[in-house]
Every structure is written in C-alpha cells, then in structure tokens.
C-alpha cells in the first residue's frame, strides 16, 4: 500500500477510536463541561472520517488503492 493510502487508512481508524472515546465519554461523564468535550469530540471524528472516506474513493477511481486494484484485475 501506497504511504499517501496508508495514511488515510491510518485517519479511518483514528476517526473510529476518536468515535468510541467520544461515545464512552459523553456516557461516562459527570458535568456540562465534559458533554461539550465529547460533543465536540464526536462531530469533528465524522468531520473528519467524511473528509477520508471521500479521499479513499478519489483514490480507488484513480486505481490507487491497492486492494481494489486487485480486484479489478481478477
């Protein structure tokens, strides 16, 4: 896999535990301050995954991706 696609790979997941901790945050919080934290936590995690996800597909169009580009050869 290309680095500029391991990068974005790197992103998704980053963009997944960002949503798990906002989750388990907001649930396990105790005050208004931390709600805004993890609210803030959450929306900037898809915010950002929307951006990855749109990036990943530009690349798989541009035959870039590896594992797409081997399935299209098969």
Request: include cysteine; glycine fraction near 6%; proline fraction near 1%.
């Amino acid at each position: 896999m290309k680095p500029c696609d391991q990068n974005i790979k790197k992103t998704l997941e980053i963009t997944e535990e960002m949503i798990k901790l906002a989750v388990k945050g907001d649930r396990e919080r105790k005050d208004n301050g931390c709600g805004i934290l993890y609210g803030i936590l959450l929306d900037s995690a898809y915010k950002i995954k929307k951006i990855a996800e749109e990036e990943k597909q530009a690349h798989i169009k541009k035959g870039w991706w590896e594992n797409h580009r081997q399935q299209k050869k098969k």
